[in-house]
Structure formats: C-alpha cells, structure tokens
C-alpha cells in the first residue's frame, strides 16, 4: 500500500498562512483522489479539499472555499494544501488521504478513501 507521510504542521500564528504536504511514498494507478481531511478535538473528521490524480480537478469543503488550495506535484508526488489567514478554529489534526473511486460524489466523503496518513497536528496561537 502506498505510504502516506504528511509534513508542515506545527504552531501557527492566528492570521498567518500555512502549508501542508504529504508524500506520497509510490505512485499507483489505483489512486483516483487525494483529499484532505481535520480532525478538531472533541469532533468528528471533517473533510477540508481534495484533487483528482491528475491535479485537474479540485474540490474544496464549502466552510473554506476561497480561503485554500490544494495543488498535486508530479515531480516530488506529493499534494499540498495552502491556507491563508489561518484562525482558532483551524486547530486540528490534519490528515492526507488516497481514494480508489472516480466519481467525484466520493470526494467529500470519509467511504470515499482507504488509505491515510498518520497525520500532522495544527496549532492555531492567538
């Protein structure tokens, strides 16, 4: 299975910019997304963005729309997710995640991917 490792995590001043990545450790053609996903203590994991295999097509959880991005890297076979302005309410374990499925109806859905990444902490400090 192809190995997950997430990386940019840390403490991060309200109102700075952050950037995550996770690496992918092989490519496969059985990967069709490549979502992000939060998990905020005390809730459920929620989806944040993803983007098709081939970087094409991205789609992004309504609550962020406008404020990240999310870009694949051919090269290093990794996929990145860009935020600005991060806030309290960004605090959260982040979690990369590959999906098997096509149709875009699974991006947004935890079903949707089998296979994840241990995931990097986020700290939001006032």
């Known amino acids: 299975q192809v190995r997950l490792e997430e990386s940019g995590g840390g403490v991060v001043q309200s109102g700075d910019p952050l950037r995550l990545s996770c690496a992918l450790s092989?490519?496969?053609?059985?990967?069709?997304?490549l979502g992000w996903f939060r998990q905020a203590p005390g809730k459920e994991r929620e989806f944040v963005g993803a983007?098709?295999?081939?970087?094409?097509?991205?789609i992004y959880a309504d609550s962020l729309e406008g404020r990240i991005t999310i870009s694949r890297d051919f090269v290093k076979n990794t996929v990145s997710l860009q935020m600005n302005s991060v806030e309290s309410e960004d605090t959260a374990v982040y979690y990369c995640?590959?999906?098997?499925?096509?149709?875009?109806?699974?991006?947004?859905?935890?079903?949707?991917?089998?296979?994840w990444g241990q995931g990097t902490q986020v700290t939001v400090s006032a």
């Open positions: 995640a590959t999906g098997p499925y096509s149709g875009r109806e699974y991006y947004t859905k935890l079903e949707g991917y089998n296979n």
């Open positions: 092989e490519r496969s053609n059985n990967i069709y997304v």
């Open positions: 983007c098709s295999w081939a970087g094409d097509s991205t």
